[in-house]
């Protein structure tokens, strides 16, 4: 990376598989943020890491960016830390309403698509997960009008892990463009595609 940051300014505490964790080396990466990962084990939810405990000792749980010594705690907290910290390569508009419009849009899809599909990873209930499968499409079906409506300009596994297709080219064509374009981007980055298919399957299999 080309020195935004150094090792010894910046820190991050995940687990590779995370989606809240990767979405910050995303932005890490596109900023050019030269920072130290620190690896986190959650085989034994009882031990986590004296880290770990240190910055994060309420929630115990990851990302956690660590700058100065001082940790930012929830990914779209970190996304706008970052982005305020490091001018270049910004992810947010400029405009006060269109940033504001940009994290109702992020937390809608926290709350109403990534959170759902991961609850769903530990789940067998075919009635429930039916209707929150209805709830996820609803979303995506919203944020295809709105991704039509801006130009396709949004920036921003689970589904393959439960057989499912969410982002149908179809049914949703500017959701699965969109997507095109993000993974032309974040392909570098991601874990191996069948690693994190063998973890999430195996995830679900232990919580069935």
């Given at each position: 990376m080309d020195g935004q940051g150094n090792g010894k300014e910046v820190k991050l505490l995940g687990t590779w598989f995370s989606p809240y964790v990767q979405r910050v080396v995303w932005v890490l990466k596109l900023k050019g943020i030269d920072y130290e990962w620190v690896e986190q084990s959650f085989r034994d939810p009882k031990n986590r890491s004296q880290l770990l405990l240190k910055y994060n000792p309420v929630m115990k749980t990851v990302p956690v960016l660590v700058h100065h010594g001082r940790p930012v705690l929830e990914s779209l907290i970190i996304l706008e830390y970052i982005d305020e910290t490091w001018k270049n390569n910004p992810?947010?508009?400029?405009?006060?309403?269109?940033?504001?419009?940009?994290?109702?849009?992020?937390?809608?899809?926290d709350q109403k698509i990534t959170k759902i599909l991961s609850k769903l990873l530990s789940s067998m209930d075919k009635k429930q997960m039916e209707e929150e499968m209805k709830q996820v499409s609803n979303?995506?079906?919203?944020?295809?009008?709105?991704?039509k409506a801006k130009g396709n300009k949004f920036f921003g596994?689970?589904?393959?892990?439960l057989g499912i297709n969410i982002f149908d080219s179809q049914n949703y064509p500017f959701i699965a463009q969109w997507k095109t374009n993000l993974l032309e981007f974040i392909q570098q980055c991601l874990p191996p595609k069948h690693r994190l298919l063998r973890f999430y399957r195996k995830y679900r299999q232990s919580k069935l």
């Open positions: 992810i947010l508009p400029s405009d006060p309403y269109d940033r504001a419009m940009a994290r109702f849009w992020e937390n809608l899809i979303t995506i079906e919203i944020l295809d009008r709105e991704l596994g689970h589904e393959e892990v």
